[in-house]
Every structure is written in C-alpha cells, then in structure tokens.
Antibody
Framework: EVQLVQSGGEVKKPGESLKISCKGS????????IAWVRQMPGKGLEWMGI????????RYSPSFQGQVTISADKSTSTAYLQWSSLKASDTAIYYC???????????????????WGKGTAVTVSS | QSALTQPASVSGSPGQSITISCTGT?????????VSWYQQYPGKAPKLMIY???NRPSGISNRFSGSKSGNTASLTISGLQAEDEADYYC??????????FGTGTKVTVL
C-alpha cells in the first residue's frame, strides 16, 4: 500500500525553529509532487505549497511564500516543511499529500491529491 | 488568491440527494477541468472522492458525482446515508500554477 508517514506531534515556543517530515513508501517517491496542507483548529484546509522531489522544483501559495520552506531528500524519500521562527498562529495540523500532476507546453498542472499522511499536530505556545 | 466559496452547511434526510456548490473564478474553477473533492471526518485526514470534475477513484461509491458549469463546480451525494456525515472540500488548480481549496461544507444527515 502506498503510504506517506509523517513525523510526530510537536510542542514549541514562539520564536523557535521546526522541521517536520513526510516519508513516502511503496511508490517511486521522486517522481510525484508532494504538497503540504494546513488545517488550523476548527478551520478548513489550506494549500501551502508543493515540491517535486526529483529536482526540488518548489511552488508556494502566495499566502505562505516567505513564511515556510518546503524541501525534499529523494535519497531518503522524505519531504520536509520548516519554519525558522514559529508564531502562535502556526498552531495547526499539517498534512502532506501526493499531488498528481501533468506537464503540458511548459506548464505543470496540479490535478488532485490521492494519498495523504495522517497529519502532524504543531502547537506553538509560550 | 482567495479560497473557493462553499456553503457552510448542507443537510438532508437519509435517502435524499444533496448538492454542494463550489464557486471560484475564471482563473481557477472556470478555467480548468482540474476540480477535485475531498471528504474529511473529524480528526482524520481528507480522502479523495472526485477528481477532474467528475471522475471517481476506485472504491468510491457511485452515489457521489461531480459536475461543473462556468465558475461553479458541484458535488452531489445521492441516497444520503448516515456515514456521509462529514466535512467536504473542493479544490482547483489556479492560473498562477498553484492549487486552492474551498471554504468547506459540513454535511449533516438528519
């Protein structure tokens, strides 16, 4: 079964840094885009950004550009989401998901998300 | 880049049909046939229900169907069952090569 296994929950203080992970298994990890999705407490889903592990091509939603960094290590089939200085408003559950895509005339089109991790809960509190 | 607009809640009795709308713009929903729908139970990860506007992944009941007209996509659940009570989110590709979710709809089975 294709899987994305996410790292465990984190409790941090404002201003601290954090890097959470998402490890893929039972498929060719480097050949599929991985997206990160935020869900704040009691709120909806927000698409943060996406990375293609094979060449680390990365795109961010305008709302998250400059706020987080998405990276990947294809040798370990792992994608990462990191913060350099956490804020209380970063408290949320973060999901990684395999985002199916296609390439046509120089543009990637992101179709749908077919495999999801169970989520990593991040709590930022002083 | 604003979230796609969905009704906050929709309800129906068992056996009835309900439809959830997802309204965007010509830069997302209206411009591409890359609309998908996700079901989420409390405390669980989302699950893909419909992709490319109207296609069902393997294992998804044919009670779930999708369509699109102009800038509005729709998810219809027919023969509503208690197990359909969950949150539903639409998603679309956007003209700036990103993806955007809808605001989410809570489905209640009366």
């Amino acid at each position: 079964e294709v899987q994305l296994v996410q790292s465990g929950g984190e409790v941090k203080k404002p201003g601290e840094s954090l890097k959470i992970s998402c490890k893929g298994s039972r498929y060719s990890f480097s050949g599929y885009w991985i997206a990160w999705v935020r869900q704040m407490p009691g709120k909806g889903l927000e698409w943060m950004g996406i990375i293609y592990p094979d060449d680390s091509d990365t795109r961010y939603s305008p709302s998250f550009q400059g706020q987080v960094t998405i990276s990947a290590d294809k040798s370990t089939s792992t994608a990462y989401l990191q913060w350099s200085s956490l804020k209380a408003s970063d408290t949320a559950i973060y999901y990684c998901t395999r985002h199916r895509a296609g390439y046509h005339k120089g543009t990637y089109y992101f179709y749908y998300m077919d495999v999801w991790g169970k989520g990593t809960a991040v709590t930022v509190s002083s | 880049q604003s979230a796609l607009t969905q009704p906050a809640s929709v309800s129906g009795s068992p056996g009835q049909s309900i439809t959830i709308s997802c309204t965007g713009t010509s830069s997302d929903v209206g411009g591409y046939n890359y609309v998908s729908w996700y079901q989420q139970y409390p405390g669980k990860a989302p699950k893909l229900m419909i992709y490319d506007v109207s296609n069902r992944p393997s294992g998804i009941s044919n009670r779930f169907s999708g369509s699109k007209s102009g800038n509005t996509a729709s998810l219809t659940i027919s023969g509503l069952q208690a197990e359909d009570e969950a949150d539903y989110y639409c998603n679309s590709y956007t003209s700036i090569s990103t993806s955007v979710f809808g605001t989410g709809t809570k489905v209640t089975v009366l």
